[in-house]
């Protein structure tokens, strides 16, 4: 069952993947995997750099589709995808031979060896990949990098059989490691550089989705990686949790950081930020007094699901720790590593540790147990509680207004606050429902979680930092917008949604006018795209002495954007992406665009000063601009309307669609996998759709949580219930929604328009004409009107064509 879904997800990820021209090129179907390795926390960034090179070397295969170096530049991480991978024909792509993949790995395991020892510094090509090349054999980084992990990016399903009986299968692979001797301060140092071996194939990547983004449980084996066990004393055994004490060596500390780097944080505690404040005070105590050490820290906090354990006369010994996580006390990790890389002897330093090990709880009563944990222990320094789960409050404020309001040309977009959502929905449609859903949600409608961040930072002066992307720039727009420290914290309502979409409008016209291979401008779009951005608020908006900004409003009215603003953002960036090349102090453009210095040497030079104070940017700024003082006034005025929420209902109507039968068919398919509780809850939701009756907020929770599960355990079951959706509900919320979104728009009044759809309906004798002026009075008040009276209003709407 499991490789028929890895299978079917497969083909997802092709189509996803497909250029303008319906091609597959690699670089393609990479870009669409790395959303899922950050969502899994293999990497910090989705900022891929792609510097493809295939060649044979001495009858070495080389190959390598790009890297990313990682927020806190000890890591190297290297992409290779197999080629072949993604045009198998489905006999073939079921792999349970490790020697198939070890073979491409070591294309990508050639190249870093030559690499590091120089064998490749006279190769012809330029760009990215020679600036790699260069850093790789350079003593700077010999010095920089401690790890290199290699990510083999593979299609396929990896199995293992017995018999006729397949089964998934995950596979590792084994450590190399290479020695080096490089000068530093003139100094010869001797070093090993780890070589990691990762796997992302078919069955990683449905993992992610099923699991709805979440972070991939690390497991630390103490005695099989670090030759240790951790003596410690049980301090605690509640009802959910044990409590164990104990001393930890630096030295395991140090190479748990090397091995797996940020991935051993919990994701609501911010990573390492270098050594100021308190962690100047941890490298100071490192290098003067390590065995005081124990005395001066706070300690670490860690979580972990389960845990295996041994007692040896009487002593507690725990061998290995699952899902592992550090919740308070990261920075004394990171500290700890990087003060040993810059020579400082950790050997004498102790860290006092207490390991939590959750037991009877739930995924989500996990989840809150860490959070609680993480926020309220953490005191090495201030630490802004920020939400980065699909349940933030503002994530759930933005999905009900992507629910509710509506584009002027009568679309909507659709926001994936989870992992898999879109996915999801598709899947239970049937292929006549996925059809109508791709065509009313096409992919440049769509944004998600992690790009949510990215497209609102970049209206701003910081494109370094959007540059950077992952878990950074998500915080960040977190922050902006919610955080309780926050005093300026934004409003999440109509006007932050249009100009929301208006922002995300630019940002995707951007990357369209700027283009992809041979089409492009040129090799640095995901730099060129912010900085260009950046480039028009800072001229506008970022401007205090300028009385006028930019219009976003106008994308949002045009749901795009006109011919001359496409060719004058066209030729502004061909000038940053000249200037990017022209300015940066590092033959690798694309890390050094994540730099400040970068940003402000562009936008402080001449080129970009005299291209603003153009004839033709002076025209631009004047037909794209509005006054500050009109905007707020605009704005204000907007906000005067109780906005209305239609999320819930808009969920009722789903489910409502789905038909009795469906949740019928659900309920006799699961019968023996369900409990008591769980099948009358299914057959009360399908007695409330038979009678077209309201579903309470118990029923429609439940609902979603238990299609999420059935995704996860029983995918099958969905495609055994083949029921044609009923759609008349579903067109007339659509109709009532866009009815209300045009009356806001034209500051027209509600219950006046929809009374006069009720005298149309009523002159038409159709009955039931009355519940125009309910669903008009609701409205008005910022209710959403319910199932019931969208039904008696489906009698009218059904008779109306071209909804």
Known sequence: MEIKEYLKYRVDLLNESKDE???????????????????????????????YYSTEIDGSPIKINGYIINDSGERLQLFILNDESISLDSKNLEVSIKEYYETIFKRATNFTNKSIKGHLNDIQDIGAINALINQMSSSLGA????????????????????????????????????????????????????????????????SVLISQGNREALTINFEEQFDFKIEAIKAADETNFESYLCVLPANILAELYKRFSSRLLEKNVRSFLQFRGVNLGMRKTLTKDPEKFIAFNNGLTITASNKEIETIKDKIYIKSLSDFQIVNGGQTTASIYFSQKDGIDVSKVKVMAKINVAKNVSEEDLNELISNISEFSNSQSKVTTVDLRSRNPQLNKIKALSESIITPSGRKWFFEKSKGEFNTKLRIAGQSGKNRI?????????????????????????PYKVKKGGEAIFRKFLEDVGSEENEKKLNIDRNFYELLISRIILFKSLEEIHGTRNNAIG?????????????????????KRNP???????????????????????????????????YAKSDDLGEYSKKKEMWDDIYNSNEIKDFLNTDKSNKIFNKYSISKKELEKKLKANSKNKEVDFKFLKDSVDIHSKTPEFYKKLNSLLW?????????????????????EDLTTDLVNFENNQIQKIRINYPDVLDKIVIEENTILENTLNYVVKKYNSCIEKGEDIISNFDKIGMIAKAKGIKYDSVFNEIGKKLKSGEAPNVKQLYYASNYISTIQNL
């Not at 319906?22 to 950050?38: R, W, Y």
């Not at 369900?674 to 939701?685: G, V």
């Open 21 to 51: 021209d319906g091609f597959i090129n690699e670089t393609n179907f990479i870009n669409n995997i790395i959303p899922s390795m950050l969502d899994a926390k293999l990497i910090d960034t989705e900022d891929f750099t792609e510097t």
């Open 143 to 206: 010095d920089q990098f401690d790890v290199v992990e290699i990510f083999l990016i593979s299609a396929t399903a990896t199995v293992t059989s017995s018999g006729s009986i397949v089964q998934p299968k995950r596979m590792d692979f084994k450590d190399e490691k290479v020695k080096i001797r490089y000068t530093k301060n003139r100094e010869s140092i001797e070093k090993e550089i780890l070589i990691l071996k990762r796997l992302v194939d078919l069955n990683f990547l449905y």
């Open 438 to 462: 791709e065509k009313e949600y096409p992919k440049e409608f769509r944004f998600t979680k992690e790009q949510l961040g990215k497209y609102y930072s970049s209206w701003g002066d910081e």
């Open 523 to 543: 090799q640095l779009r995901s730099a060129v795209v912010p900085y260009t951005m950046s480039i028009l608020f800072s001229k506008t908006e970022g401007d």
């Open 548 to 582: 006028y900004t930019f219009d976003l409003a106008k994308l949002w009215a045009k749901e795009g954007l006109e011919d001359d603003l496409k060719v004058y953002l066209k030729e502004l960036m061909i000038l940053v992406n000249d200037l990017i090349k022209k």
């Open 672 to 692: 023996d996998n369900l409990t008591d509780n769980e099948r009358n809850k299914f057959s009360n939701i399908s007695a409330l759709i038979q009678q077209n």
